[in-house]
């Protein structure tokens, strides 16, 4: 015979009305123990907790639990409850806060399971003990699940954090040499062309005297949004240094490339007029590309630098060599020669 909440026979239906009330009962009693917790430790406004959303549907399932008719405990619901309403969790991510609200969550459920032990057990006592053991192992699980999921979480942001630029949130120098080395190992297994760019906004440190630092770091965020406008998502952008940026251009030839760039040497151009730089300010880039320039991360590395550096000190007509093919290498002319 199934045992049910009541110590007698009971509808479906009074059995979730009996479940809710005690999981509101619980939550309520929850939620004032944590504050009274918080403001005890805390001169400043207390924050609402970490579970806050999630408490309800955890505690849900977890007292589905008190049913004694030898089902499992349902571990995947108890743990698609916990992940409910992570948003704040995200942003304001403690673990001891979080071990705490569960710590006393726990205690609570428990208190409430003794003071109304009748309802659930009756008289029968091993039956109580059952209850207890059963709801104990579902808030373990339910407070392992959700430590688990945010600790990932947390662990994921900080990964990409390594990796990424704060200012301007493209992938930074070290991640640029990892993915250049990516993609220079695919196109050589697959005998297809690839291209790097690196670009440099030249004197920019004018900007920053001229303008202050806070302008500068906009036109830094302003040219990187550029560039992921007009580049492909294929194309991987990187802040390569202060003021320099690279691009890594699969399947992408010689040619081609430096088509890619003089397109966005006109549409840089724009992007000074509106953002009102000063006169100095422009642009100058230097490409490389596989097989032609012997395709090897440093040596392409070398090449796009050297062809940058040149093409930096030379007029807008410059002349250097990709390969065996002389081509042109396009710096932007200062913004107020841009009429």
């Known amino acids: 015979?199934?045992?049910?909440?009541?110590?007698?026979?009971?509808?479906?239906q009074e059995e979730q009305t009996a479940l809710m009330g005690a999981a509101d009962e619980i939550a309520r009693r929850w939620l004032e123990a944590l504050r009274a917790d918080r403001a005890v430790l805390s001169t400043v406004g207390v924050e609402e907790p970490l579970l806050m959303d999630a408490v309800p549907l955890v505690l849900d399932e977890i007292l589905r639990a008190t049913e004694l008719d030898d089902r499992?405990?349902?571990?995947?619901?108890?743990?698609?409850?916990?992940?409910?309403?992570?948003e704040r969790a995200r942003q304001h991510f403690d673990v001891r806060e979080l071990v705490r609200e569960y710590q006393l969550l726990r205690e609570h459920i428990f208190l409430y399971l003794h003071e109304h032990h009748q309802q659930f057990a009756g008289r029968d006592v091993n039956k109580m003990l059952t209850i207890y053991a059963r709801v104990g192992l579902a808030i373990d699980e339910a407070m392992r699940e959700t430590i688990n999921a945010y600790v990932e979480e947390q662990t994921g942001q900080l990964r990409h954090l390594s990796r990424t630029d704060s200012l301007t949130g493209l992938y930074n120098h070290r991640t640029f040499y990892e993915r250049l080395d990516e993609e220079l190992n695919r196109a050589t297994r697959y005998d297809s062309p690839l291209s790097i760019v690196l670009i440099d906004l030249d004197n920019f440190k004018s900007v920053n005297d001229t303008n202050g630092h806070q302008f500068?770091?906009?036109l830094l965020v302003k040219c990187a949004d550029w560039l992921r406008h007009e580049l492909r998502q294929t194309d991987v952008i990187c802040r390569y240094g202060g003021d320099e940026?690279?691009?890594?251009?699969p399947?992408?030839?010689s040619e081609d490339a430096h088509a890619m760039m003089r397109r966005l040497?006109?549409?840089f151009r724009k992007l000074g007029m509106q953002e009102g730089t000063p006169p100095s300010f422009g642009m100058s880039y230097g490409l490389s590309s596989h097989p032609e320039d012997n395709g090897t991360v440093m040596r392409l590395m070398q090449v796009a630098d050297e062809r940058l550096l040149l093409n930096k000190?030379?007029?807008s007509a410059a002349i250097t060599f990709s390969g065996k093919k002389a081509v042109r290498m396009v710096s932007t002319p200062p913004v107020h020669h841009l009429s």
Do not use: N, W
């Open 251 to 253: 399947e992408t030839p």
């Open 245 to 249: 940026f690279g691009v890594i251009l």
């Open 313 to 315: 000190h030379q007029s």
């Open 265 to 267: 040497t006109v549409t």
């Open 1 to 12: 015979m199934r045992h049910t909440l009541t110590s007698f026979l009971v509808t479906d």
């Open 72 to 86: 499992k405990i349902e571990h995947e619901k108890i743990c698609s409850a916990a992940h409910y309403g992570r």
């Open 216 to 218: 500068g770091d906009h």
